[in-house]
């Protein structure tokens, strides 16, 4: 027992430590909660697109001196708005489009990177620096993502029902539009909140992981969000303790933690895990 | 189940009326649903619906049919300002669409293949959504929704299904839980996109009772529709569609013999059996079966001579 308290304690007696579990607590949050809809609108690919594109942004704000923050937001949501349009406006089947966009602006983004001096490491950027984060990234962090949090909660039921049948929400009367748009510049938002912790890289498991999991786990929204937060956060704090005690990079051991929940729900789950529908006849699970 | 339906519905020409007190006789106004001179292109330069009109007041029973392509689902579309039609323009209770939907009067029962059915939600959730445009910003369903939503699951016979996950449900009770989806939400206008397809005769029965009292409370519903046989026993108007309204009005006067053939052309299967091979007196009337899958449909009698019967 006390073995386990050394763990869980000897890491945090360092500042940096705290200001990193801190951090990534925050946004396995906002990730979780927000992968749950992309979970369930098939938008999986437009987190990974999104995150790529915001890297010539940042050298693009950094240049023009604006808060990184900033550049990094309006690439992302140009990204999903151009996909928009061009899907809009060919034939083209829209995971093609973001393909195409996303590495087109992700290259550019290299390209720029190399051409421009920076004190930024590449390395930081595409997989995060939680273990280096000061005060005023955790504040920063905080505000961004616990705003974004606060409005998908608060707009959690219209999401999902969007999601679920646009139809419907059209018919009684919801703004789809705004809805659509501001489920991208949600996640947006989410994955600007996440580079300092996880990268542009890994941010993509963050915003499937945990919804996958908790798809697998849960038969009603509600639930599904809790057992996504809940598995989220805890994959967080492992993730960042062991890193500490392995030597090895937060971001990866936390995503490397949510995978090790998602295979034992696949496994385990009561209802659609692999060993429960073995012990039911087929057909009846 | 009382509503006030006619015995004899096909005798009277206009069941509406019979129905809603107050609906002026003569064709229909258009204050329910007013289609006049739509066009609808798509993006691609399809012109799926060409210059089509139709008007259905309320408390009316109005089938949608046609075939595979002829412009239903496009039609119904335009009704749900999914679409802009290029010409012509679609009136709700006499408001343009926009309005209409605002005000939350159109409740739409959706194909079945057009519904996720894994998502994680429950039937009680579903039904609630209906409540959603009565409901506040953050939706936090009042006692009054509650009541809605428990007051529609047992007209529809699926209370005691509540909180089933929607994907363990059969096909029938599938399609009566979005029913009482449009039930919850009270819309004046209910739009039911092939709600017969994969469900036994019960349920359509019980359908089609619940659609009746619909009617007598003085709703309008546009049902598209693959079942012919269906059609005469609860509708009271019908537009025939193949990228045009072909005819629109009256069930008894549109849904005749020449009309479904100039609307399916040859995808119907027409069964005539007349003179001897159908009896050995005198009686010159023949058996006319239409059918393009489900119920067919059957004329007795030749349509120009009297004593004309259908079953
Ligand atoms: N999004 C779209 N883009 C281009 N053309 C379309 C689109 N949707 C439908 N169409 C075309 O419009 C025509 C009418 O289609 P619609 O879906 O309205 O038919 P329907 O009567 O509902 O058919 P079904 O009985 O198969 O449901 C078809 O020729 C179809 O190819
Ligand atoms: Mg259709």
Known sequence: MSMLADWITGPLAYPFMQRALVVSLLVAAVCAVLSCYLVLKGWSLMGDAISHAVLPGIVIAHVAGLPLVVGAFAAGLSCALLTGYLKENSRIKEDTVMGIVFSG?????????????????????????????????????????????????????????????????????????????????????????????????????????????AYLLADRFGRMLAVAVATAMLSAAIGTLASFHIDGAPGACIVLTQSLFFGLAFLFAPRNGVLARRRVPAGTA | MNAPVPTDRLASPSPASNVVPGTPAGPPRGDGILVDRVSVTYPNGTTAVRDASFAL?????????????????????????????????????????????????????????????????????????GRYGHMNMLRIPARADRAKVDEALERV????????????????????????????????????????????????????????????????????????????????????????????GATAEVFTPENLQRTFGGALRNFRLGGAALHQDADRRSLTVLTDDERPLVFYGDPDSDGEGRT
């Not at chain 2, 579309?77 to 009067?105: D, E, H, T, W």
Request: hydrophobic letters at 50%.
């Open chain 2, 157 to 248: 016979g699926m209370a005691a299904f509540r909180k089933r996950q929607i994907g363990e449900l059969s096909g029938g009770q599938k399609k009566r839980v979005f029913l009482a989806r449009a039930l919850a939400q009270e819309g004046r206008i209910i739009l039911l996109d092939e709600p017969f397809t994969g469900v036994d005769v019960t349920t359509e029965g019980a359908i089609v009772a619940l659609l009746r009292e619909l009617r007598a409370a003085g709703h309008v519903m546009l049902v598209s529709t693959h079942d012919l046989g269906s059609v005469p026993d609860f509708c009271d108007q019908v537009v025939l569609l193949d990228r045009t309204v072909l005819a629109a």
């Open chain 1, 105 to 213: 602006m992700f290259g550019l983004g290299l390209v720029l990177f190399t051409k421009v001096e920076t004190d930024q490491h590449l390395n930081h950027i595409l997989f995060g620096d939680v273990l280096g984060v000061s005060v005023r990234d955790v504040i920063e962090t905080a505000i961004v993502a616990g705003g974004t949090l606060l409005v998908v909660l608060a707009l959690r039921r219209d999401l999902l029902l969007y999601c679920f049948d646009p139809g419907h929400a059209r018919t009684i009367g919801l703004p789809v539009r705004v809805l659509h748009y501001g489920l991208l510049v949600l996640l947006a938002l989410t994955i600007v909140a996440s580079l300092k912790a996880v990268g542009i890289i890994l941010v993509i498991a963050m915003l499937i992981g945990p919804g996958a999991t």
């Open chain 2, 57 to 129: 007041d309320p408390g009316t029973i109005c089938a949608l049919v046609g075939i595979n392509g002829s412009g239903k689902s496009t039609v119904f579309k335009a009704i749900m300002g999914f679409v802009r039609p290029s010409a012509g323009a679609v009136r709700l209770c006499g408001m343009p669409v926009a309005q209409a939907l605002k005000r939350n009067i159109v409740a739409y029962v959706p194909q079945s293949e057009d519904v996720d059915w894994n998502f994680p939600v429950l039937v009680e959730d579903v039904v609630m959504m």
